[in-house]
């Protein structure tokens, strides 16, 4: 839970903050800045992540999501990292749009599990009229069990937005990627404005912003400082921030790609953290790769976050026991909920 700390405060107890008159909750972020944070030593990055982190949050607590494909495969996108995609052979089956009621029992199973949070996502360039009615009624059905709700659907307008809003969605999903500069080795079937215009359309409605990228796809040191940069200086900063590792997947074009270093990723949370103090970061695809050792020092690096459950749309995820062992091992307790439940009528949906 972020402290109830004003900016002020927050410059004057964090040592070595030697910006004299800046906040360290900014949106001015220069190119220069950020790539420099990613060449400093690890042990000294570290450290100055913790003691942002320690600011604004319990280091000693975790808060827990469950994701949820709740339609499969088929999308028209190319983005070269995705097994959904429609362009690439990856043996996974396709599936249409999920009952409301499977939806519903999933989600009692996530709530039971710790997850406060209940991610829905669909394989789609975009939704249509008729698709989004039916996501809101499971957004409201969700809200009814008391868990936050969040979505990714693909593009929005304006309007899907507002609608979005009105039915009481707490967070949206939509990843950048990668950096600007990049991005178009990545996907060319839209464009990284396209992506920055979906998130605007759902903060102008007042739905929180979820928004990372994932690691490992080739880009470069300065293409991670470039993604987390646009982030950081957002109008305001996404409430999570997903940092994934890529799922190396056959029959994706970057299903051969070359092992990302584990002590890059760290470095990755510990510059976000730095950039976004009150957003949550968040450990989510890949983590079945990172042993214990490295998820430690990701918490350490400043990620209180995590995706938990069997899969991640449609790639797995460590054992939920293995999970609740190392939180047991490092006496870390998980964030309890604090959504109001809502009133759910099945019938008018």
Same mark, same amino acid.
């Given at each position: 839970?972020?402290?109830?700390?004003?900016?002020?405060?927050?410059?004057? %107890?964090?040592?070595?903050?030697?910006?004299?008159?800046?906040?360290?909750?900014?949106?001015?972020?220069?190119?220069?800045?950020?790539?420099?944070?990613?060449?400093?030593?690890?042990?000294? %990055?570290?450290?100055?992540?913790?003691? *942002?982190?320690?600011?604004?949050?319990?280091? +000693?607590?975790?808060?827990?999501?469950?994701?949820?494909?709740?339609?499969?495969?088929?999308?028209?996108?190319?983005?070269?990292?995705?097994?959904?995609?429609?362009?690439?052979?990856?043996?996974?089956?396709?599936?249409?749009?999920?009952?409301?009621?499977?939806?519903? &029992?999933?989600?009692?199973?996530?709530?039971? +599990?710790?997850?406060?949070?209940?991610?829905?996502?669909?394989?789609?360039?975009?939704?249509?009229?008729?698709? @989004?009615?039916?996501?809101?009624?499971?957004?409201?059905?969700?809200?009814?069990?008391?868990?936050?709700?969040?979505?990714?659907?693909?593009?929005?307008?304006?309007?899907?937005?507002?609608?979005?809003?009105?039915?009481?969605?707490?967070?949206? +999903?939509?990843?950048?990627? !990668?950096?600007?500069?990049?991005?178009?080795? *990545?996907?060319?079937?839209?464009?990284?404005?396209?992506?920055?215009?979906?998130? /605007?359309?759902?903060?102008?409605?007042?739905?929180?912003?979820?928004?990372?990228? *994932?690691?490992?796809?080739? &880009? !470069?040191?300065?293409?991670?400082?470039?993604?987390?940069?646009?982030?950081?200086?957002?109008?305001?900063?996404?409430? $999570?921030?997903?940092? +994934?590792?890529?799922?190396?997947?056959?029959?994706?074009? @970057?299903?051969?790609?070359?092992?990302?270093?584990?002590?890059?990723?760290?470095?990755?949370?510990?510059? /976000?953290?730095?950039?976004?103090?009150?957003?949550?970061?968040?450990? $989510?695809?890949?983590?079945?790769?990172?042993?214990? %050792?490295?998820?430690? %020092?990701?918490?350490?690096?400043? /990620?209180? $976050?995590?995706?938990?459950?069997?899969?991640?749309?449609?790639?797995?995820?460590?054992?939920?026991?293995?999970?609740?062992?190392?939180?047991?091992? @490092?006496?870390?307790?998980?964030?309890?909920?604090?959504?109001?439940?809502?009133?759910?009528?099945? /019938?008018?949906?």
């Amino acid at each position: 839970m972020v402290s109830k700390v004003s900016v002020e405060q927050a410059d004057s %107890l964090i040592p070595g903050h030697d910006i004299p008159g800046q906040d360290i909750v900014r949106h001015d972020w220069g190119r220069e800045e950020v790539e420099a944070l990613f060449h400093i030593p690890f042990l000294d %990055l570290m450290y100055r992540a913790q003691q *942002i982190h320690r600011v604004f949050f319990d280091p +000693n607590r975790i808060q827990l999501s469950t994701l949820l494909s709740i339609k499969t495969g088929a999308c028209p996108e190319d983005c070269k990292y995705c097994p959904q995609s429609g362009r690439y052979h990856t043996g996974l089956k396709k599936e249409k749009l999920m009952q409301i009621d499977d939806v519903l &029992e999933r989600a009692k199973q996530a709530k039971a +599990n710790g997850a406060t949070r209940f991610c829905m996502g669909a394989a789609w360039r975009s939704p249509s009229d008729n698709d @989004l009615s039916r996501v809101i009624k499971m957004i409201r059905a969700v809200k009814a069990l008391g868990m936050e709700t969040c979505v990714t659907l693909g593009m929005l307008t304006p309007e899907q937005s507002r609608e979005l809003a009105a039915a009481g969605l707490d967070y949206y +999903n939509h990843n950048l990627d !990668t950096s600007p500069e990049y991005y178009g080795d *990545i996907i060319t079937t839209r464009t990284f404005s396209d992506r920055l215009d979906t998130l /605007a359309n759902v903060q102008e409605a007042g739905i929180n912003v979820c928004c990372g990228g *994932i690691l490992g796809m080739g &880009e !470069t040191v300065r293409d991670r400082a470039s993604m987390l940069r646009v982030l950081a200086n957002l109008p305001e900063h996404p409430g $999570s921030v997903p940092i +994934n590792l890529l799922v190396r997947v056959k029959g994706t074009p @970057l299903g051969e790609a070359e092992e990302l270093d584990p002590v890059e990723f760290i470095r990755t949370i510990a510059v /976000a953290r730095i950039l976004m103090p009150r957003a949550h970061i968040r450990l $989510s695809a890949g983590r079945r790769q990172m042993d214990e %050792l490295q998820h430690t %020092l990701c918490f350490m690096a400043g /990620a209180n $976050s995590l995706f938990l459950g069997e899969k991640l749309l449609v790639t797995p995820l460590p054992d939920s026991d293995q999970d609740m062992a190392l939180f047991e091992k @490092l006496g870390m307790k998980r964030e309890e909920v604090e959504a109001e439940p809502l009133y759910y009528d099945a /019938a008018a949906g």
